[in-house]
């Protein structure tokens, strides 16, 4: 079956720091874009980055543009987003999703807080 287990989550000082990583399996990993989501407390949940299936595109909210980048390594099976300059605005759960389809990951938190 799908499955997408992130991990990398955790608690960091503004202006720091992190790499989400999200595992997958039970599909065809490299011939699907994926995207991260993540949800704050009390506010819907919002697309924050996208990469095709080859890894040559990708795209990002506003909010991250120039900060967190998303990349895919095909032969690992592995999506990951480096989040750099954090802002206490970041902190949120973080899912990955495969996109246009209805699978999700379990999430993982990510806190900016000093």
């Known amino acids: 079956q799908v499955q997408l287990v992130e991990s990398g989550g955790g608690l960091v000082q503004p202006g720091g720091s992190l790499r989400l990583s999200c595992v997958a399996s039970g599909f065809t990993f490299s011939t699907y874009a994926m995207s991260w989501y993540r949800q704050a407390p009390g506010k819907e949940r919002e697309l924050v980055a996208s990469?095709?299936?080859?890894?040559?595109?990708?795209n990002y909210a506003d909010s991250v543009k120039g900060r967190f980048t998303i990349s895919r390594d095909n032969a690992k099976n592995t999506v990951y987003l480096q989040m750099n300059s954090l802002k206490y605005e970041d902190t949120a759960v973080y899912y990955c999703?495969?996109?246009?389809?209805?699978?999700w990951g379990q999430g993982t938190q990510v806190t900016v807080s000093s």
């Open positions: 999703k495969i996109a246009a389809t209805r699978y």
């Open positions: 990469i095709v299936d080859s890894g040559s595109s990708t």
